[in-house]
């Protein structure tokens, strides 16, 4: 069991700021998933947790008492890499068993954890197994199952699923949020595909340059992202982005689309939005947050053509033209216009977002 | 007219058959979508066409010439590999101009020049002509080498996988831009990928491949309404879609189908034949995440499920449902917290199910055919 | 003691032995370096004394070795002549000739079992095997061979030998740097439109010439260093090595003065040609080339 406090953290490599003023508070028992692209310093950040690295400056506490001076061997940590490290030359038991042999427990101790282990990922019947055999996936289980078997107080788990194939990593998701739960540990899960994080975890830390960006549950990263790289790396379908001139007009507050042939969106309803200076934005929506409605609709926001439309099975992709802009619209597999017919989009008022230059989202 | 056709090709490496009696035709200015899980031959496919494997049996035609056994280099296809293969020692103008350069008769440093700025223009990487392949993006080096595939006038272009190692939202991206591209260069276009939104996107018409062999060769609407197959109906649809073992049983002369739980009756005629042949061995009902209903949206259903576990994704949310030992999954609006282990009245929208028989072979797709009716409760023992 | 003082110790310890290691290695370099130098009387003074740097600095034993001028004589002694520079150039011919041949005939051999799976499963180690064996054990049925093709002693005749001896290290060496290279770079380029030759010379060698460049760079050591085949196979047209070998005198024994300027000298080429190639030494051309 362990909480873990990461405390104003700086790491630096020779010049390059791997991660900056970083702090987190990851509660005990709780499934984190460290998010970004490759090089944002989410590797960095879990090889700091896990002793593996030292931070420049800051303090690393778990349940209160600094680690930063304890080595890796006495913190008590699992691991679970990308490439699975195991001895190619022992069975599936002996790989499992490895932990806690080498620390010296009893043989009937050990037996009984390998098979309460086994059972929870269910690969009894492959113990006696050389793991040469057997396929990626069973042996991305057993690389779990050896990081579990010495019952540590933090599990890190760096990109475990990237080298499965797509089918089961979706089984293997369902699978380890089962086990987090089971087991009740620390779970730290380091991933650029936002969609493992988004199904996995309760909070996510996004990283984009060594710096958080956003720390928060899943749908709060996607409702509300705090700026426009993580409205931009969250979602399976890119935001829509439209630059827009704001104004305080007789008519309430009002948006000038500067790409979309100057037509106007009306926020005046927006309360949210009152008191924003005049000047130049990002408007952004989600195409999971509009719809297409018709050109003359009183809720119409921005008029254009339709230039694509992607049948993807359960939903479709309707893609407008707004002069040179191009949006996207999720909508029912029922809803198929024709190339080049005039539409409407509307996106949801409560839905969008509205970012300044530095890329901030307003509140 | 170039179009491709592959006759009956065959093509074994040692033990494994990576094509097994494979027949298709591609038509002119087609896009076509080969999908498949890893290892089921749609590279080797590709590169039977393209010439850089020689089928083992079988022909293949581009634009009714066979081609069998010619080089890659006479055969007047452009192929955009998997993992790129940019010449790394060359500019992104001399990766474009390799392929004019070996051109027979070679065209003029003019006339390549210009060639270049066009396909480079077309695939907006103007400013990069004189960087090399290690100081781009990826997304830039994926346009490279579309370009450079693109830059000699072929009548038929491969793509494998191009965008298997790009990012998820380039990549949703970058599709949009492939179907654009094809809309402007009216050529036929063969596209191999394991990603089904991505053929699913792209395709005129999809061809499932698995093991070496054809599953189904259809539009996209129609794989999706009318799998030929289970393995097709598997491998279209994220998360894939539920497969539930039935008992084909017969009472007073009703033919239904029969598990722990539930009961399917109402079975339309055309389906009474085969089903009756399925008796021993039973069927599996097929029933899509998304027309798995929960809560509310579950109506007045009798069936209830334990909730095992739930995935937010952002715009919906998949939650696993255990019914009678197996799991289900539902794709569902998000806004409602469904909690592990809370029990949850269930529907299904048989509109859209299929009934697959005992090899795999669909018996029936609903498709918008709403006369199946679920009935809940365990079955009377008899 | 505390552990500071302890780790202060291990750092003192870890100096000294790195001291002595470069003194053993660069000793010799600095013997030959000095001696280069010294005029007759300081080779090896019968009284004892010991030399560290040339009490008269002198370029005389270059004079002599490369017979470029009159030394005017030793203390009055008349030398037999010395002249290096043939045996230089039959080096130079004879190493240069045997890497080309080595590189040429090595470079297309990896490529082809690297690319199209050449001699099957046990003839690409069955090249290596060659390596494993020291060239003296074959060098009399050579001698004899040459002998009567009337390569006895002959310039070409070495090169033949160098290149043969080198081949399979080349063979190895390239084999690992085409290795590295995608597959696909090469289909790209035939369905670019290139000959099978042309994919080689066209799109692989470019992208294997810092291989390429380092390999020249060993094999040609290995050939100029040679000096038990070029002893066996050689009679009047000795090799740089070889006549470095015989420098010696009636009155004064070995002549370590033009020795050590004629070692000196041979240290040069391999030494010139490192500079020049030096920036394909570091490798990762690669890079960029395939997705990762």
New interface residues.
């Given amino acids: 069991m362990a909480q873990i406090e990461l405390d104003r953290i700086d790491k630096l490599f020779g010049k390059v700021e791997a991660v900056v003023d970083l702090s987190l508070d990851i509660p005990d028992g709780s499934f984190v998933a460290l998010l970004g692209p490759s090089g944002c310093g989410k590797t960095t950040t879990m090889n700091m947790i896990a002793g593996l690295e030292v931070p420049s400056t800051g303090e690393i506490r778990m349940n209160g008492a600094s680690v930063v001076d304890v080595p890796i061997g006495k913190r008590n940590v699992g691991f679970v890499f990308q490439n699975y490290a195991i001895f190619t030359k022992l069975t599936a038991y002996e790989n499992i068993a490895y932990g806690l042999r080498v620390r010296k427990m009893p043989a009937a101790e050990v037996d009984a954890a390998v098979h309460r282990v086994a059972k929870l990922l269910d690969i009894e019947p492959l113990l006696g197994r050389g793991v040469r055999g057997l396929s990626v996936n069973d042996l991305q289980k057993v690389a779990i199952g050896r990081s579990m078997i010495v019952n540590p107080d933090v599990f890190l788990l760096d990109e475990p699923f990237s080298n499965l194939d797509a089918g089961f990593r979706a089984f293997m998701r369902t699978e380890l949020k089962r086990l987090q739960r089971e087991l009740g540990q620390t779970m730290i899960y380091v991933t650029h595909d936002q969609l493992e994080a988004m199904s996995m975890a309760e909070h996510i830390a996004i990283l984009d340059r060594g710096r958080l960006q956003q720390w928060g549950t899943p749908e709060e990263v996607f409702d509300s992202p705090s700026n426009l790289f993580v409205g931009g790396f969250v979602g399976s379908n890119p935001m829509n982005l439209i630059d827009v001139g704001l104004q305080h007009s007789g008519f309430g507050l009002v948006a000038r689309a500067v790409d979309g042939g100057h037509q106007l969106i009306a926020l005046a309803a927006e309360r949210r939005f009152a008191t924003t200076n005049d000047g130049l934005y990002k408007l952004g929506f989600r195409p999971e947050h509009a719809r297409l409605v018709s050109p003359e609709d009183d809720a119409v926001d921005l008029r254009g053509t339709v230039s694509l439309l992607e049948e993807l099975g359960p939903r479709n992709i309707v893609h407008v033209g707004v002069d040179n802009l191009s949006l996207r619209v999720v909508v029912l597999p029922s809803v198929r216009p024709t190339m080049g017919e005039r539409v409407g989009v509307a996106f949801e008022r409560t839905k969008f977002h509205l970012f300044d230059d530095s890329g901030l989202a307003l509140i | 007219m170039t179009d491709v056709r592959l006759d009956h090709v065959s093509k074994r490496f040692g033990s494994i058959q990576a094509l097994d009696d494979v027949s298709l035709h591609v038509a002119h200015q087609e896009f076509f979508c080969v999908l498949g899980?890893?290892g089921a031959g749609k590279t080797t496919l590709l590169r039977s066409i393209?010439g850089?494997e020689h089928p083992d049996a079988g022909t293949v035609e581009i634009g009714g010439h066979d081609v069998t056994g010619s080089?890659?280099?006479k055969r007047s296809?452009?192929?955009v590999?998997?993992?790129?293969?940019?010449?790394?020692?060359?500019t992104v103008a001399k990766n474009l101009g390799?392929?004019l350069r070996?051109?027979?008769p070679r065209p003029s440093a003019a006339e390549r020049d210009a060639r270049v700025r066009e396909i480079a223009r077309l695939l907006r990487i103007e400013p990069l002509l004189n960087r090399?392949?290690?100081?781009?993006s990826?997304g830039e080096?994926q346009r490279v080498a579309i370009g450079?595939a693109l830059v000699?006038l072929h009548d038929v272009y491969l793509f494998d996988e191009p965008l298997s190692?790009l990012?998820?939202?380039l990549r949703?991206?970058m599709?949009?831009e492939l179907?654009?591209l094809q809309r402007n260069l009216e050529k036929t276009l063969i596209y191999v990928t394991?990603?089904?939104?991505e053929a699913?996107?792209l395709a005129d018409r999809i061809c499932v491949l698995a093991g070496g062999r054809v599953q189904q060769v259809t539009s996209?609407?129609e794989i999706?309404r009318r799998p030929a197959n289970k393995l097709v109906a598997w491998t279209?649809?994220?998360?894939?879609i539920n497969l539930i073992e039935m008992n084909v049983v017969e009472n007073d002369g009703q033919l239904s189908l029969d598990h722990a739980e539930i009961r399917i009756g109402s079975l339309p005629d055309g389906t009474l034949d085969p089903l009756r042949a399925l008796m021993g061995s039973g069927a599996t009902l097929g029933v899509?995440p998304?027309a798995v209903m929960l809560g509310r949206d579950a109506g007045d259903s009798r069936l209830a499920c334990r909730v095992?576990?739930v995935?937010?994704?952002?715009?919906e949310t998949?939650v696993?449902l255990e019914l009678h030992g197996q799991?289900i999954k539902a794709?569902t609006p998000?806004g409602v917290a469904y909690r592990?282990d809370e029990r949850l009245p269930v529907a299904f929208d048989l509109g859209t199910a299929h009934i697959f028989g005992g090899d795999g072979a669909t018996v029936y797709s609903a498709d918008g055919d709403q006369s199946l009716v679920l009935h809940v409760g365990a079955p009377p023992n008899e | 003691m505390s552990s500071r003082n302890v780790s202060r110790l291990i750092v003192c310890a870890r100096v000294l032995a790195v001291a002595l290691f470069l003194v053993i290695l660069l000793f010799p370099i600095f013997w030959t370096t000095t001696m280069a130098f010294k005029p007759a009387e300081e080779w090896a003074p019968t009284d004892g004394t010991t030399y560290w740097l040339p009490e008269d600095w002198t370029l005389s034993n270059f004079i002599r070795v490369l017979n470029i001028g009159d030394t005017g004589g030793f203390g009055g002694i008349i030398e037999a002549p010395l002249d290096a520079t043939p045996s230089i150039i039959r080096s130079l011919i004879a190493g240069i000739g045997g890497t080309l041949l080595a590189l040429v005939c090595g470079t297309l051999t990896a490529y082809g079992i690297s690319r199209h799976r050449a001699g099957g499963r046990h003839h690409p180690f069955s090249i290596l095997q060659m390596r494993m064996f020291p060239p003296i054990a074959v060098i009399v049925p050579i001698l004899f061979l040459w002998t009567y093709l009337q390569l006895f002693d002959t310039v070409h005749g070495l090169a033949l030998v160098y290149g043969a001896v080198t081949f399979p290290f080349v063979v190895w060496l390239m084999l690992s740097f085409f290795d590295e290279i995608p597959r696909e770079i090469g289909e790209a380029a035939r369905v670019d439109g290139c000959s099978r030759m042309g994919v080689f010379v066209k799109a692989i060698l470019p992208l294997a010439r810092n291989g390429l460049a380092t390999t020249a760079l060993f094999v040609f050591i290995l050939n100029w260093s040679d000096f038990i085949i070029a002893l066996s196979l050689t009679d009047a047209n000795k090799t740089a090595p070889v006549f470095l070998n015989e420098i010696t005198s009636a009155s004064t024994g070995r002549e370590f003065g033009p020795q050590a300027a004629l070692g000196l000298i041979l240290m040069l080429p391999p030494l010139v040609l490192a500079v020049f190639i030096q920036k394909h030494l570091v490798r990762g051309m690669t890079f960029g080339a395939i997705k990762r």
């Fill in positions: 899980p890893p393209i850089l080089e890659p280099g296809v452009g192929i590999f998997q993992n790129l293969a940019l010449y790394p020692d060359k390799f392929p070996q051109q027979s090399r392949p290690a100081h781009l990826g080096r450079r000699r190692a990012d998820a939202l949703v991206e599709r949009a179907k654009h394991h990603d089904h939104v699913m996107s996209p609407q999706y279209i649809g994220s998360p894939p899509r998304e095992i576990a995935e937010p994704l952002g715009p998949i696993d799991v794709l998000p592990p």
